[in-house]
């Protein structure tokens, strides 16, 4: 309790005890000991449920078990664990790790919600070999003319032709390359569902790393006619 404290210290802290009957207040992450894990389990999950998109995590404190009884624990509300006594360097990792994912998806929820109000086009593509599409917002779908579930899970291409892909890939390998640029723009041909072309400027980036892994593209297009 002491070194939680110690950690914890920069932070405000609420200590709710499993019998009261007052609501967990709003929180970014969560600790509970394995004793009243069971008891308050709901709650949290219940917060889980109704969070969305964004990451609300639940640190597991337990004492030394078996590897299938840490996995039992984290089938449910748990999100990781920590073994009690734990140095203080190991206590640190885990929370401000939790903390620091639970930031990053705030942060993306508001980057999605106003990817979904805005009036250009906003794509993004999976770091797949065929670079599926896992979001495409409002002012796309309308672009396009195909429906939002025609588009996400298909392969770029089902927006564009042969040369624009490989002008793409061309563009997101500059990026990627050790000393590239951050991001890229340059002009491409969108292929609706049904009539001509229409000519964009593309405006591409990438998505945070995770770790050193690349995680995927993010295509913001505008039409040039309109």
Same mark, same amino acid.
């Given at each position: 309790?002491?070194?939680?404290?110690?950690?914890?210290?920069?932070?405000?802290?609420?200590?709710?005890?499993?019998?009261?009957?007052?609501?967990?207040?709003?929180?970014?992450?969560?600790?509970? *000991?394995?004793?009243?894990?069971?008891?308050?389990?709901? @709650?949290?999950?219940?917060?889980?449920?109704?969070?969305?998109?964004?990451? #609300?995590?639940?640190?597991?404190?337990?004492?030394?078990?078996?590897?299938?009884?840490?996995?039992?624990?984290?089938? *449910?509300?748990?999100?990781?664990?920590?073994?009690?006594?734990?140095?203080?360097?190991?206590?640190?990792?885990?929370?401000?790790?939790? #903390?620091?994912?639970?930031?990053?998806?705030?942060?993306?929820?508001?980057?999605?919600?106003?990817?979904?109000?805005?009036?250009?086009?906003?794509?993004?593509?999976?770091?797949?070999?065929?670079?599926?599409?896992?979001?495409?917002?409002?002012?796309?779908?309308?672009? @396009?003319?195909?429906?939002?579930?025609?588009?996400?899970?298909?392969?770029?291409?089902?927006?564009?032709?042969?040369?624009?892909?490989?002008?793409?890939?061309?563009?997101? *390998?500059?990026?990627?390359?050790?000393?590239?640029?951050? @991001?890229?723009?340059?002009?491409?041909?969108?292929?609706?569902?049904?009539?001509?072309?229409?000519?964009?400027?593309?405006?591409?980036?990438?998505?945070?790393?995770?770790?050193?892994?690349?995680?995927?593209?993010?295509?913001?297009?505008?039409? @040039?006619?309109?």
């Amino acid at each position: 309790r002491d070194l939680l404290a110690d950690l914890l210290s920069d932070y405000e802290v609420v200590v709710a005890a499993p019998d009261n009957d007052q609501p967990l207040p709003e929180f970014d992450l969560c600790l509970v *000991g394995e004793a009243t894990y069971r008891t308050v389990a709901d @709650t949290p999950r219940d917060r889980k449920e109704t969070a969305g998109e964004s990451y #609300l995590p639940v640190l597991l404190l337990i004492r030394e078990h078996k590897e299938e009884e840490i996995s039992q624990y984290l089938r *449910g509300v748990a999100d990781d664990t920590l073994q009690i006594p734990a140095t203080e360097a190991v206590a640190k990792s885990r929370v401000e790790s939790l #903390l620091r994912t639970r930031h990053q998806s705030l942060q993306l929820a508001l980057y999605r919600r106003a990817m979904d109000d805005a009036t250009a086009g906003i794509t993004i593509a999976d770091a797949d070999n065929d670079q599926p599409f896992s979001y495409v917002n409002d002012a796309m779908v309308e672009m @396009t003319g195909y429906e939002r579930e025609e588009i996400i899970g298909s392969p770029t291409d089902i927006i564009k032709d042969e040369a624009a892909v490989e002008e793409a890939e061309n563009q997101l *390998g500059s990026i990627l390359s050790h000393e590239g640029p951050d @991001t890229a723009q340059f002009p491409v041909d969108i292929q609706p569902k049904a009539g001509e072309p229409i000519p964009c400027q593309d405006h591409m980036a990438v998505l945070p790393y995770q770790g050193e892994a690349f995680r995927g593209s993010v295509g913001i297009l505008r039409n @040039t006619c309109s």
